[in-house]
């Protein structure tokens, strides 16, 4: 029996008879005491496979599906809820008599809820290892159809898709008046979304496989065909981590959100202090993304995504200290990264300083009571393994529309100097500890907004002319900053810029400020001018052949 039943004309509510609820999930948990539940509120339950069995012996009644349709499940399960006794029953709306008429002609029971949810897809396409016939058989084909069939019926059936709403149906259930209109309205939006991104995720995951006389392989998870070539069309599904106090000002909405929770600062972890900012999470990305650079103990302090200052060290702490007093006045309310976990040194150092948030692999117990000490201070912790292999494309929005760019990666630096495609271009070569200061120059250098000089020792920022319009007035900013500190701080350094130099007055500024050589990419018309200009100067220069902006 139905909710509602026929009389001759349109079905009329009848409260006292039987409701029926669908239930069909991936995710089980709350399951059975959900089902419980609407079993004591008068549900029937209709079920089919794993679901039904779990409720069987939870001592629940249950109605198979195969009785509803009167066919077996069948091709290992591939057909079993794709019948007119099931979508007759959810589809049919009640204010329609014809539509009433029809199930009660056909024998069709009627659906009031449905519990579906469809995640063994997901999880089976992120193992790397799932084979492509695996793949393929845990694309859901019915449950989707359930899902978009109750959401599109949403004001005569409820529909289920997360463990997580499974009270405020019951509340709503308990409502007098039952379940209200934005209630149920609330759920469809939910259920459509979590269609979509199912169907996202397939779509996205069948774009990493290459198909070939061989056979079927899975190839990275990039945005790219394989050819290198960014894809026709893009599916994206990002599934909401929290939402955020604002954006960039107070004025602002934000949230932040993953597409793969499981990866990256999707699944970071904070482990205390205020909420997360907008801004604080761009932090953490810069930060993030220098320490990556390097294998030994490295630390990078943050301010609006530049690094005031970077350096390696012997330690986590040696790292995050010398990295700090690169720029301490800068350093205040900054945002640090580090490579390594935090031990008790390091929260030590950290804690000594005003920080806004801290970004490592991990925390050691003992440096967590310190660190709590600043009950301000937020603390987060990342699978850097996952952030060092991370997408290999990057998107961004502008006004309307979105852009893709495979993730710059500064692979030339990624082993000792001098080695690759490198090539000095001045009389004299580097020395050897030059050669060293310029690796770790280089690295730093691609990660600071263009345009940029940056000023180092061997394994410390020294100065850093961020973000400028010009290239002179970068290095201008640079030693300016430099002689904040004092008038010989730049002697003996390396300088680095991301892009070529258009004229010689730039190198000139460095030269003056005490840098002794210089990395760029070259490629500009006026190559020789600069170059004629670092042998004038006694410089040093080398060439990458690559140049790193970042906006």
Known sequence: MSLFQYDGSPYSHNHELMRRALLSVSDKTGLVDFARALAARGFELVSTGGTATVLQRAGLSVIGISEVTGFPEMMDGRVKTLHPLVHGGILARRARPDDLASAATHGITLIDLVVVNLYPFVKAASNPDTPFDGLVEEI??????????????????????????????????????????????????????????????????????????????????????????????????????????????????AAWYAEDPAAGLGNAQVLQGKELSYT????????????????????????????????????????????????????????????????????????????????????????????????????????????????????RSILGAVLLQSRDRVSE??????????????????????????????????????????????????????????????????????DAAGPDTLKGSVAASDAFFPFRDGLDVVAEAGATAVVQPGGSVRDQEVIAAADERGLAMVFTGRRHFRH
């Open 413 to 482: 630096a990624s082993r000792p100097w001098p080695s690759g495609d490198l090539k000095v271009v001045t009389t004299r070569q580097p020395t050897a500890a030059e050669w060293q200061a310029l690796r770790f120059a280089w690295r730093i250098c691609a990660h600071v907004k263009s345009n940029t000089i940056i000023f180092t020792s061997a394994d410390r920022t020294l100065a850093i002319g961020a973000g400028q319009m010009s290239r002179v007035d970068a290095a201008k900013v640079a030693r300016m900053k430099a």
């Open 280 to 395: 604080n999470l761009l932090d953490l990305d810069a930060a993030a993304r220098i320490v990556l650079e390097f294998d030994e103990p490295a630390a990078a302090v943050i301010k609006h995504t530049n690094p005031c200052g970077a350096a390696t060290g012997n330690s986590a702490a040696d790292a995050y200290l010398r990295a700090r007093d690169a720029d301490a006045l800068a350093a205040f309310g900054g945002i640090i990264g580090l490579n390594r976990p935090i031990d008790e040194a390091t929260a030590k150092a950290i804690t000594s300083t005003f920080i806004e948030a801290v970004v490592a692999p991990a925390v050691d117990d003992e440096a967590r009571a310190i660190l709590a000490t600043k009950a301000n201070l937020r603390v987060v912790t990342a699978d850097f393994t996952s952030l060092a292999q991370g997408a290999g494309r990057e998107l």
């Open 140 to 253: 859901d084909i019915g449950g989707p159809s359930l899902v978009r069939a109750a959401a599109k019926n949403f004001q005569d059936v409820l529909v289920v898709v997360s463990p997580s709403d499974y009270d405020g149906v019951l509340a709503q259930l308990d409502r007098t008046g039952g379940p209200s209109r934005e209630f149920r309205f609330d759920l469809a939006r939910k259920a459509f979304a979590h269609t979509g991104a199912y169907d996202t995720a397939i779509a996205s995951t069948l774009a990493t496989v290459v198909a070939d006389e061989t056979g079927f392989r899975r190839e990275s998870r990039v945005l790219l065909d394989p050819a290198d070539r960014p894809a026709q069309t893009i599916n994206l599904a990002l599934r909401k981590l929290r939402d955020l106090r604002y954006g960039e000002n107070p004025h602002q909405k």
